[in-house]
């Protein structure tokens, strides 16, 4: 921040009575964690009591941690949600950059008259503001948050309840630092993070050894069966459709991770996967992941109505899910001289 906008955030935060910490739909452990490290600072720092509020359901794996008991969900308060933000004083905009990534509760967040203060590493910000933290070579939204609280000279006020999730957001975020975690300053943050004696361990083993024995099934399931492999290209994709799920008693978060899965293959650079929607037809969640340069963030922008990341992307498709296998098939070749 540069000196007036960190006099802008802190005269924001006393000036308001009334404040909301939101995140993206489907969140994830970055969304989770900001928004639960940010509550933290304006609770112990500030003494504000901030409500966190999510559009929906976020998986299961993250929910020992710290205060997540005080998060609203708003596809199941729908109407409470939008009266607090209606009168609300200010919201914190966490972990995306437009409106339209809250779903439902993106007429509410846009109409409500409170200040707006974003902070966000993804490109191109575009949530109508008073204060835009936006930095997309940050890791992680977390990152930006322990950033921000360093500089505003706090961070020796607070606890492992602030700490554990900065550290769960970094980590879910960068897959446990296997990418876009290059930058040394991470490492100085983590070290930091240890001295309020987070047990980083387990912070790892509750995220990514949490799993049910469906979810290990589904996992050799569809490495067996729905992979597909381009050797010539280094890349590959699989599908879960809505017959996976059930047959697999699929739950949100079962999905996590799959993804990485074919990374593991000698010289590959490219994984896609597409989802069936549980409930809606014609919707296919895209996530793309890469190594080294290969940018999978503008392959999501051309072919699947999404971006992200130089090496960590998602988007959506409006088709069935054989459909959505040709269009995964065309960006491969399309970007086949990149691949190879």
């Not at 112990?44 to 559009?55: D, E, H, L, M």
């Not at 205060?67 to 708003?74: A, H, L, M, V, W």
């Not at 004696?197 to 290990?216: A, G, W």
Request: hydrophobic share 40%.
């Amino acid at each position: 921040m540069t000196d007036k906008q960190q006099e802008l955030l802190i005269r924001l935060i006393k000036e308001s009575e009334t404040i909301i910490c939101l995140c993206h739909q489907n969140p994830d452990g970055d969304a989770i964690g900001s928004c639960l490290a940010w509550a933290e600072l304006l609770k112990t720092v500030y003494g504000k009591t901030a409500q966190i509020f999510v559009p929906d359901q976020y998986p299961d794996y993250l929910q020992w941690l710290p205060n997540t008991d005080k998060i609203i969900r708003y596809d199941k308060h729908r109407e409470g949600c939008d009266f607090e933000l209606a009168h609300a004083d200010l919201v914190f905009c966490l972990d995306f950059n437009a409106a339209h990534r809250t779903a439902d509760m993106e007429q509410a967040l846009s109409s409500s008259p409170a200040k707006k203060v974003l902070i966000d590493h993804h490109l191109d910000p575009t949530v109508d503001t008073v204060l835009t933290i936006s930095h997309p070579e940050a890791s992680s939204t977390c990152e930006l948050v322990f950033r921000l609280v360093w500089q505003l000279g706090c961070f020796d006020q607070l606890t492992k309840h602030f700490a554990v999730p900065v550290y769960c957001g970094m980590m879910t975020d960068t897959g446990g630092f296997t990418y876009n975690s290059s930058d040394p300053d991470i490492f100085f943050i983590i070290s930091q993070l240890l001295t309020k004696r987070i047990n980083k361990d387990k912070i790892y083993r509750n995220v990514f050894h949490n799993f049910s024995e469906n979810r290990l099934r589904l996992m050799g399931y569809v490495m067996y069966q729905r992979l597909v492999v381009d050797a010539q290209r280094h890349a590959s994709y699989f599908t879960i459709t809505r017959d996976d799920m059930r047959n697999f008693h699929f739950v949100k978060g079962d999905a996590e991770g799959l993804v990485n899965m074919p990374l593991q293959i000698k010289g590959h650079r490219l994984s896609i996967s597409l989802r069936e929607d549980s409930e809606k037809d014609n919707l296919i969640w895209v996530s793309l992941r890469s190594v080294d340069q290969f940018p999978c963030n503008e392959m999501a922008a051309r072919f699947f109505n999404g971006g992200g990341h130089l090496n960590a992307s998602g988007g959506r498709l409006y088709c069935s899910l054989d459909e959505a296998v040709e269009v995964a098939k065309k960006a491969i070749v399309a970007f086949e001289g990149m691949l190879k």
